[in-house]
């Protein structure tokens, strides 16, 4: 009985060491190879895309068989479970990624739902992947570091800056397939120069705090934002939303285009927010205290406090 009892503790201690490497389950975690080189797939024993060098960091989207799908160099794909152990790396290159929602995705400080919101990111935002901590991908854009869950997060059709040495011939035979990295977090077309240069030079300030009275970098105020965005670009706008409202062209919803001013309150004499329009039907604002110039949707209570758009250029 007590070489039973004893052979049972060795063998729950050996697969707690194991389940300590590897965690076995679906939440993603980061991992390294541990053979002198490792196919990375297409499929499970498909073509190879790449291969991995002895001790690349990958992130482990899915181990629910033998064949894990990993995230390795801006690349998805396929690799045999059995050659990889875990690691306590948080930072290390993964290459670029798209964000894929449908409006808009929170970019916080930290790994959790609870965290500070840093921006939001747009469909489509390019951003590069920089580790793994607590099941979320830790992203930089911008120069700005913060986190964006998986579940928002596609290396598919992105092309990586972060090219493996030991990389196979057919690698770069699907160059054309991919995309370029976007300059902006909003992404939009036909906008003339001068709409553009608006958008641009707002989006550079997405992050900065919400401060009562604000009109400089260091935070903003709702009105002091767009005035300051526009000051720096097309011209100068008055300072307060009231004003800014009385001083431009009226433009209905529907006729809303980007770098058009957006106003809200509880009617046309009471104006008491404004954002910059970026097109399909979002806005970029500094909202109030506690958050930070974000990207929001034109829709909701917005929507519903909506009082019309204003024009500043007219072209």
């Given amino acids: ?167 196979s011939a057919s690698n770069t035979a699907n160059t054309s397939e991919t995309i370029a990295p976007s300059t902006t977090v909003v992404s939009y077309t036909g906008t003339s120069e001068k709409r553009a240069e608006v958008l641009d030079y707002a989006a550079q300030f997405l992050g900065i705090p919400y401060v009562y009275g604000g009109s400089t970098p260091s935070g903003f105020d709702c009105s002091g934002f767009t005035s300051y965005v526009f000051a720096n670009t097309v011209g100068s706008i008055p300072r307060v939303a009231q004003s800014q409202f009385d001083a431009t062209t009226r433009v209905a919803l529907e006729e809303l285009e980007p770098g058009d001013l957006v106003f809200f309150g509880s009617s046309a004499s009471s104006i008491s927010h404004v954002g910059i329009y970026v097109g399909d039907d979002t806005f970029i604002h500094s909202p109030h205290t506690g958050e930070v110039v974000k990207y929001e949707p034109l829709s909701g209570n917005y929507l519903t406090r909506f009082q019309g758009g204003g024009r500043v250029i007219i072209d």
């Fill in 1 to 167: 009985m007590k070489l039973t009892k004893k052979f049972f503790r060795i063998a729950v201690t050996g697969m707690l060491a194991v389940s300590m490497l590897l965690p076995n389950s679906l939440a993603m975690y980061q991992a390294k190879v541990k053979a002198d080189a490792l196919y990375l797939r297409e499929s499970p024993g498909g073509e190879v895309i790449t291969t991995l060098s002895q001790d690349t960091v990958v992130a482990v989207l899915n181990n629910s068989n033998s064949w894990y799908k990993v995230v390795a160099n801006g690349k998805e794909g396929y690799v045999s479970g059995e050659y990889l152990t875990g690691t306590t790396a948080t930072d290390f290159s993964l290459g670029k990624a798209k964000v894929v929602c449908d409006t808009t995705v929170n970019f916080r400080s930290q790994p959790s739902t609870s965290s500070s919101v840093l921006a939001s990111f747009r469909n489509g935002t390019i951003v590069d992947v920089t580790g793994v901590q607590s099941n979320w991908f830790k992203v930089t854009y911008s120069g700005k570091t913060g986190y964006v869950h998986p579940d928002y997060i596609s290396f598919s059709g992105v092309q990586s800056t972060n090219t493996n040495a030991d990389s």
